[in-house]
């Protein structure tokens, strides 16, 4: 099997407008984001699996947010983000397993999110709760045969593949984002594939530097514009004979013709690496 190139929709009242663009652009698959709890409900999952069905669109993970404050930075990111922060840590696990039951109803079997900051140190009390809290999770998943995959990002993949070994399940899996890698500093996108292969189950396609100041992360770039070498990354997932999703996901602030147009001429780029 080969790897086929999809979309990241962020999830919102616009979303058949996104789901139709995808599809006269040439998009089949996608990664479907959500950041609104109050839309995990089997209403309003009735009404995306109707818009799916109508313009042909397969969705192959949920993305799914949580409650609580957000910041994708140095300052107050550690404090804040996923399920890392004990304080948020109870409240966010049943976000994401009222997300696992939203993708259930509309016959996904992958939920991703990032984790947060995870400790390095597996001593540290939030590394020992993040590992029981995914045994938690893992563990109400299990009987409908879903997998929780871990976005990179925050954390290095030499962290995520320690929680996959402590944790101890197959379902545990990761979304790999070479963008996020470099734009946090966690490592070379390329060599982390090494580190994490077998246990990547859907990736990000992305572009990104890495940061040049300690508090503030690398700038995200269009497809092959930035420093994560998208070449040879695609010939490393080659290599490790990966035949998942590659989801284009789009995150720079411009203006809507330009994301679309971004994102066509990433998909372009993409799909002439892929005939390589």
Same mark, same amino acid.
């Given at each position: 099997?080969?790897?086929?190139?999809?979309?990241?929709? !962020?999830?919102?009242?616009?979303? /058949?407008?996104?789901?139709?663009?995808?599809?006269?652009?040439? $998009? &089949? &698959?996608?990664?479907?984001?959500?950041?609104?709890?109050?839309?995990?409900?089997?209403?309003?999952?009735?009404?995306?699996? =109707?818009? @799916?069905?109508?313009?042909?669109?397969?969705?192959?993970? @949920?993305?799914?947010?949580?409650? %609580?404050?957000?910041?994708?930075? $140095? =300052? /107050?990111?550690?404090?804040?983000?996923?399920?890392?922060?004990?304080?948020?840590?109870? #409240?966010?696990? !049943? &976000?994401?397993?009222? %997300? +696992? +039951?939203?993708?259930?109803? @509309?016959?996904?079997?992958?939920?991703? #999110?990032?984790?947060?900051?995870?400790?390095? &140190?597996?001593?540290?009390?939030?590394?020992?709760?993040?590992?029981?809290?995914?045994?938690?999770?893992?563990?109400?998943?299990?009987?409908?045969?879903?997998?929780?995959?871990?976005? #990179?990002?925050?954390? #290095?993949?030499?962290?995520?593949?320690?929680?996959?070994?402590?944790?101890?399940?197959?379902?545990?899996?990761?979304?790999?984002?070479?963008?996020?890698?470099?734009?946090?500093?966690?490592?070379?996108?390329?060599?982390?594939?090494?580190? @994490?292969?077998?246990?990547?189950?859907?990736? *990000? +396609?992305?572009?990104?530097?890495?940061?040049?100041?300690?508090?503030?992360?690398?700038?995200?770039?269009?497809?092959?514009?930035?420093?994560?070498?998208?070449?040879?990354?695609?010939?490393?997932?080659?290599?490790?004979?990966?035949?998942?999703?590659? $989801?284009?996901? *789009? /995150?720079?602030?411009?203006?809507?013709?330009?994301?679309?147009?971004?994102?066509?001429?990433?998909?372009?780029?993409?799909?002439?690496?892929?005939?390589?």
């Amino acid at each position: 099997m080969a790897m086929k190139i999809g979309i990241a929709i !962020k999830m919102g009242d616009d979303l /058949e407008d996104r789901l139709e663009w995808a599809k006269q652009s040439g $998009f &089949n &698959n996608c990664q479907l984001q959500l950041w609104d709890m109050a839309h995990l409900c089997s209403e309003h999952a009735l009404g995306t699996k =109707r818009l @799916l069905a109508k313009y042909g669109i397969e969705a192959i993970s @949920l993305w799914c947010g949580w409650h %609580g404050p957000v910041k994708w930075n $140095f =300052r /107050e990111g550690p404090a804040i983000l996923g399920i890392v922060p004990p304080e948020y840590r109870a #409240t966010r696990t !049943k &976000n994401l397993l009222d %997300g +696992a +039951a939203y993708a259930r109803e @509309l016959g996904i079997p992958d939920v991703v #999110t990032h984790l947060g900051f995870v400790p390095a &140190n597996c001593s540290d009390p939030n590394y020992i709760g993040v590992v029981n809290t995914l045994k938690y999770i893992l563990e109400q998943l299990a009987p409908h045969k879903q997998n929780f995959l871990m976005e #990179t990002g925050q954390e #290095t993949p030499v962290i995520l593949r320690r929680l996959i070994e402590d944790v101890g399940s197959d379902r545990l899996l990761v979304n790999y984002d070479p963008a996020n890698l470099m734009a946090y500093g966690n490592g070379d996108p390329i060599s982390g594939i090494d580190i @994490l292969r077998g246990y990547i189950k859907s990736v *990000h +396609a992305k572009d990104a530097s890495y940061p040049v100041s300690g508090y503030e992360l690398g700038i995200e770039y269009p497809i092959g514009k930035g420093d994560a070498d998208i070449p040879r990354f695609i010939r490393k997932l080659k290599e490790i004979e990966y035949d998942g999703p590659v $989801f284009i996901e *789009h /995150e720079i602030e411009v203006d809507i013709q330009t994301q679309k147009a971004e994102i066509m001429e990433g998909k372009l780029y993409l799909e002439e690496l892929l005939k390589q």
